[in-house]
């Protein structure tokens, strides 16, 4: 059997409000790159499924054929092997495009793919659709939100996964495509030797002629890319003679904000 | 893109910061300041590192090491000062200090039965040079060591010892010819071990700054030490103290570029936030001053730093250079956190901000391990030829990937 996770490289959320307009069109951004956080659940729990289930781990990303450096961190953390589709494949696609690239790459690997995992969004485009796409794309079933996986066994998976205001427990056939949440484990650090043996790692790319994919007009298109207003924040320090004229004061300002 | 310090970092350099800098933000950042508050060694700090591989990072795979250059080694130390000193101490005297004086002087049963618990972390180390009357003075130590039979008889006490309440190994220095002319060619190296008899330690507390690491004394009162804890020759504890103080200092010197990085990124962070006159300070040409001798010394010493890391890879000696990185790190990383001060004004007098704690912290470095007058002096003697940085008889051991690892 084999487990995929699905890993994109981001800025670095540190570094997210030094990225321009026009890097964030362009994709040529100038920050630090990263594996985008909700992924290293993803990767995490790639490598504890493929130990308990004797599986191999696999992970997939799309970007400029460059762009290694998240698929490396997975790497070093423990995924066994890792492939990037070079994003041509998807240009000037949506969403949909880029989840038929990775459905495609995912076949790729073989029909022992059972288990794909995926963050629940990126930190950068934050749609929370990949996933989505890539399960209808494949045809498989989708669990979003998954915060435990059970049980793998007999062709079918259990996992418990979170909503607004309960936990519940679910189980469907194999293969699946699991978006994850924070809660479902911890992710480790890289180890030095997971590093050196990343550093040296061949990591194929997949090109147009491993990924064909019929150009079609995207279904969504961004119209305007705009960076929000910065936020001004007034402070306003509430006097008084004593502790109570100051607190009587806040109720005030708090009522005249509509606040309480 | 080519990282413009590509001719410093490999990728893998670059994956070990990453490693670090996550490591400190995830595991340091979120408690340091309340630890510094309470004048308290996070009992968590060192399992934690062990556990990652930072505790032998530079140590070869079959010493139990993660088998990592020494320009890693360097990249932890300046990553971990970058959150705070307590952490890169740690690197210091438990690696550079004390590991890597056994790897560079020991025999190869005493890197099986010392090094390589270190590098693994089950077996913490610490370095015992300095005492009461005897700091830059070294060879005016009074600790003795007296052969009787098949063991030394350790008497003195050391201070100013880093990790000392947390430490099993103590690598110590006491003079087993305390009427050797000239002085240091009577000082032998001992590696002690806390379960030996007459050992007793205690902690310090009212430092004035890296108050979240533990410091302390130790105390040796007819310490019977097996002949065959003695680390090197007789007469040699001199040599193999020097040596072990230029993989300390490094250390030192590469956690002092942190600092400045801190400084830096505090006061950027601040001067755009922070209005006065109706604009951020960092309109201000004043404050662009400050900021702008914050990058200077950034990036001088990162060139120092790992010029040295270099020069360790390549197996050569580099006692003049890395007293000269550990020279101008440590005067310009006090100078940036007092300018960082400065920016943050009447805030950065109190610990709501961090730097603060970086004063306090910068300044310890300046005088442990060879004062900045120490290094001054060693500068000019080198120069003037009246210094000669002699070959030793065991070297430290170049870099060598293939060997280190284990890995084909």
């Excluded at chain 1, 594996?35 to 130990?51: M, S, T, V």
């Excluded at chain 2, 505790?55 to 959150?83: F, K, N, Q, T, W």
């Excluded at chain 2, 039965?113 to 610490?126: D, H, M, N, S, W």
């Amino acid at each position: 059997m084999k487990v995929v996770a699905l890993i994109k490289q981001t800025p670095d959320t540190a570094e997210l409000p030094k990225v321009s307009v026009d890097e964030a069109r362009s994709g040529q951004i100038q920050t630090t790159m990263v594996i985008n956080p909700w992924d290293e659940f993803a990767a995490e729990e790639a490598i504890q499924l493929a130990d308990r289930l004797g599986a191999t781990s696999v992970a997939i990303s799309m970007g400029r054929p460059d762009q290694t450096d998240a698929l490396k961190h997975a790497l070093a953390m423990g995924i066994q092997s890792a492939v990037l589709v070079d994003e041509a494949v998807a240009a000037e696609g949506d969403e949909w495009t880029a989840a038929e690239a990775l459905a495609q790459a995912i076949r790729l690997q073989g029909d022992d793919v059972q288990i794909v995992l995926a963050g629940k969004m990126s930190v950068d485009g934050n749609s929370g659709l990949i996933h989505v796409g890539v399960a209808c794309k494949l045809g498989w079933s989708l669990l979003v939100n998954v915060t435990r996986i059970a049980e793998v066994a007999d062709g079918r998976i259990t996992v418990e996964r979170s909503f607004e205001g309960g936990q519940e427990v679910v189980q469907v056939p194999l293969p699946v495509v699991i978006s994850v949440a924070k809660e479902i484990n911890e992710p480790r650090y890289p180890s030095f030797m997971g590093i050196r043996k990343a550093n040296r790692a061949q990591i194929p790319v997949l090109g147009k002629d491993e990924i064909p994919i019929s150009p079609a007009p995207p279904r969504a298109r961004w119209e305007n890319l705009r960076k929000p207003e910065q936020r001004t924040v007034q402070v306003k320090i509430i006097q008084g003679a004593t502790p109570q004229e100051k607190a009587a004061g806040l109720v005030d300002a708090l009522l005249a904000e509509k606040v309480i | 893109m080519t990282s413009p310090l590509a001719f410093l970092f490999n990728e893998e350099h670059e994956m070990v910061r990453r490693l670090a800098r996550d490591f400190a933000a995830k595991e340091i950042a979120p408690k340091i300041k309340e630890l510094d508050r309470q004048q308290r060694f996070d009992p968590e700090l060192l399992p934690k590192m062990a556990a990652q591989g930072f505790l032998g990072i530079c140590i070869p795979a079959r010493y139990g090491g993660a088998g990592m250059d020494y320009i890693s080694l360097g990249i932890v130390s300046e990553e971990l000062e970058y959150v705070d000193t307590s952490a890169r101490v740690v690197m210091s005297v438990h690696v550079g200090l004390n590991s890597l004086g056994v790897f560079q002087w020991g025999t190869e049963e005493q890197k099986q039965r010392f090094l390589v618990p270190q590098a693994q972390g089950e077996r913490i180390a610490c370095f015992c040079l300095t005492e009461p009357n005897a700091g830059s003075d070294v060879q005016a130590m009074r600790a003795t060591a007296r052969r009787e039979g098949d063991v030394y008889v350790l008497n003195g006490e050391k201070v100013w010892i880093s990790l000392a309440d947390v430490a099993d190994h103590f690598l110590v220095f006491a003079k087993t010819d305390p009427q050797a002319d000239p002085p240091y060619r009577g000082i032998s190296a001992f590696m002690v071990t806390r379960d030996m008899a007459g050992v007793t330690t205690g902690s310090y507390h009212g430092k004035l700054g890296v108050r979240a690491g533990n410091t302390g004394w130790v105390k040796l009162d007819n310490v019977e030490v097996p002949v065959e804890n003695r680390i090197g020759q007789e007469g040699e504890g001199f040599k193999i103290a020097m040596s072990c103080l230029d993989n300390g200092r490094y250390t030192v010197a590469a956690g002092a570029l942190g600092l400045i990085r801190a400084c830096l990124d505090a006061s950027i962070r601040y001067a755009q936030e922070r209005e006065t006159f109706g604009v951020p300070i960092a309109r201000h040409q004043l404050v662009k001053r400050m900021i702008s001798l914050m990058v200077q010394r950034r990036d001088i010493g990162q060139l120092l730093v790992y010029k040295v890391g270099w020069m360790k890879n390549m197996g050569l000696p580099h006692s003049r250079e890395v007293a000269l990185a550990k020279w101008f790190c440590t005067d310009a990383s006090f100078d940036s956190a007092s300018d960082a001060i400065q920016i943050h004004g009447a805030y950065g007098y109190s610990d709501e901000y961090d730097v603060e704690r970086y004063l306090r912290n910068s300044k310890g470095a300046v005088i442990y391990e060879g004062t900045r007058e120490i290094q001054q002096l060693m500068q000019a003697e080198y120069e003037l030829g009246l210094r000669k940085r002699p070959r030793l008889r065991c070297e430290l051991p170049a870099y060598d990937p293939a060997e280190w690892t284990g890995e084909t």
